[in-house]
């Protein structure tokens, strides 16, 4: 494995930000993390790259631990942290040389190196230009460019495609598909539709906590036994109203208003007659009524709606 995490914890004070948490990533792999804001994704990212301690378990990147073996570890990663730091006053190939020699890139190769990458991500036109004057989405290429400009075995990428056009979005998916044959990619986003074009597995924290570790599909199926019914009311109803009052119904997860709920229960039962009945005996109106296919932020949002105990 290029990467085992094993029991790891890291605490701010009082609270804990990661609670003892195991996975791998393989070589060839792209392995999504995933969370919620808060979750704990990038206190282990930078564990990862030895830019944290952890307070117990341990991580290990290619057979190196990141406490004992930092510089070694940190040799094999790149790492492109979700607040992407450049020298904004450097030129774009200066910065890459500057990355190249803190990297001991032997000078005779840097060049073709350099221009390898600046080709991979798109910033053959940029090259010239200084890095304040660029785009959001083409500083993100710069970043990607210096994290892999040294040929890393490991990328550990935080939120990677924040800030891109279309365009740029499916164009930076295709660099990370492909980095991702040879090399071990860990890839934090808050968009699934990036998970399901780029991951080949998916942890998933919350609170710290480890709620999920399996394949796309995998996850896709997990609530395959599940429907979901979205309904909206004309004023606002609590999930304790929906769990006490509609019959075999299974979870409620909230949306972004309080009318709307999206309702779980078993792909057996239908359970709009009941929503319908319920909206009867307590004079509400119903808006809509719709039963609708899981997808894999409905998976998402249900493993972390709650707090892990």
């Not at 020699?101 to 350099?114: D, E, M, Q, V, Y």
Request: aromatic content about 6%; charged content about 20%; hydrophobic content about 40%.
């Amino acid at each position: 494995m290029s990467v085992v995490v094993q029991n790891l914890s890291k605490n701010y004070g009082t609270q804990r930000a990661v609670a003892d948490i195991s996975f791998e990533a393989r070589a060839g792999e792209i392995l999504g993390f995933l969370g919620p804001n808060g979750a704990g994704k990038t206190t282990t990212m930078k564990i990862l790259t030895g830019y944290l301690a952890a307070d117990g378990g341990s991580a290990n990147v290619c057979g190196y631990n990141t406490e004992t073996h930092p510089m070694e570890v940190r040799a094999r990663i790149g790492y492109l942290p979700e607040h992407n730091p450049l020298y904004i006053d450097m030129y774009v190939r200066e910065y890459l040389q500057f990355v190249g020699r803190l990297n001991k890139i032997p000078t005779a190769a840097l060049s073709n190196r350099i221009a390898d990458m600046v080709q991979l991500t798109g910033l053959s036109r940029e090259q010239h230009k200084k890095i304040g004057q660029l785009s959001k989405g083409y500083r993100q290429r710069v970043g990607l460019a210096q994290a892999m400009l040294h040929d890393p075995q490991v990328l550990i990428l935080d939120e990677p495609t924040s800030g891109l056009d279309p365009n740029q979005l499916a164009e930076i998916r295709a660099v990370i598909k492909e980095a991702g044959k040879e090399k071990t990619v860990i890839f934090s986003t808050h968009i699934m539709q990036e998970v399901q074009a780029l991951c080949d597995r998916v942890v998933i924290i919350n609170r710290g906590q480890l709620v999920a570790d399996s394949t796309v599909a995998q996850l896709q199926q997990q609530q395959s036994g599940q429907i979901v019914t979205t309904v909206e009311f004309t004023q606002p109803i609590t999930a304790e109203q929906l769990l006490r009052d509609i019959p075999k119904l299974q979870g409620v997860l909230p949306t972004e208003t309080p009318q709307m709920w999206q309702l779980l229960s078993a792909d057996t039962h239908d359970i709009r007659p009941a929503v319908f009945q319920f909206a009867v005996q307590h004079q509400y109106v119903i808006i809509t009524l719709q039963r609708e296919t899981r997808n894999l932020e409905d998976t998402f949002r249900q493993l972390t709606a709650t707090t892990p105990q």
